[in-house]
């Protein structure tokens, strides 16, 4: 894969998790990344990590819901570097409940986070985005967004209305050099799912034909493909990471 030499690369949600992995293998690439999470208490371990590889990462508090928030962490991006060529919006939550119980805060929540954050997010990285005319958006998205899922129809609303979203966002930049794609991982193993019983984790693999659940990593390097010159022609589209559990057509 091409080296992403003086890239700068922002990831969301990037202080823990995927993100955190993320973030790593673009700076192994050669991308400066910029970490912006609301858990500012880690941002200084993270950083710490990062520029063991990437120097001159950085990194910035800011609650990807608040309009306000995410300004200032943008233009503190841009007052330092002068330049915004990757963005990946990576921040999420899940505030899991049925639909007849679920509470306006679960729905509103999720929905701020999961889906606002990304048009904010998108808004402002297209000006310096398209002044380059050149920028690589990828969008962490959901199987469950593809599928829909008993007790999760805040979070896969929102995972849906990512990837419509994205292919708005790739239709309407697309001939100034920016491509916007979604990355839709399945069951990743991560401390959320580690924390499953035995008979839940049986229960979940039993849906993937690949009989494992994926790492984070496998996240990572489909992400920093997209985020690549190789996938230049590629834009609106969803890169399934899944192990088969679903296949597109």
């Known amino acids: 894969m091409t080296i992403m030499s003086g890239r700068v690369a922002m990831v969301t949600g990037s202080t823990s ?31 710490e990590e990062l520029r063991a590889v990437a120097p001159a990462a950085e990194g910035f508090e800011a609650d990807v819901s608040s309009q306000a928030s995410v300004e200032a962490a943008m233009d503190q991006t841009l007052a330092k570097f002068g330049r915004l060529d990757i963005l990946v919006n990576n921040a999420g939550i899940t505030r899991d409940n049925l639909v007849m119980r679920m509470k306006d805060a679960e729905w509103d929540q999720v929905l701020a986070i999961n889906l606002t954050s990304v048009f904010y997010m998108t808004r402002l990285a297209l000006k310096p985005m398209l002044k380059a005319r050149y920028g ?7 199987v469950v967004g593809l599928t829909g899922n008993p007790g999760q129809a805040n979070y896969s609303a929102s995972k849906a209305g990512v990837m ?3 292919k708005s966002t790739a239709r309407e930049v697309a001939s100034r050099g920016i491509t916007a794609n979604c990355v839709a991982p399945g069951f990743i193993a991560t401390a959320m799912t580690h924390r499953l019983n035995p008979k839940a984790q049986e229960a979940i693999l ?3 034909p690949m009989g494992e659940m994926g790492s984070p990593q496998d996240v990572a390097n489909a992400v920093a493909f997209l985020a690549s010159e190789e996938a230049r022609y590629i834009t609106g589209e969803t890169l399934n990471v899944n192990g088969g559990m679903y296949m597109g057509f």
Do not use: D, Y
Not at 26 to 41: C, D, F, H, M
Not at 136 to 142: D, H, K, L, W
């Open 17 to 47: 998790g995927i993100g955190r992995v993320i973030a790593l293998e673009l700076a192994r690439l050669g991308a400066v990344p910029v970490v912006v999470s609301i858990e500012g208490a880690k941002i200084p371990e993270t950083l």
């Open 136 to 142: 690589r958006i990828v969008n962490i998205a959901s």
């Open 164 to 166: 419509g979203l994205t």
């Open 206 to 208: 039993s849906q993937i």
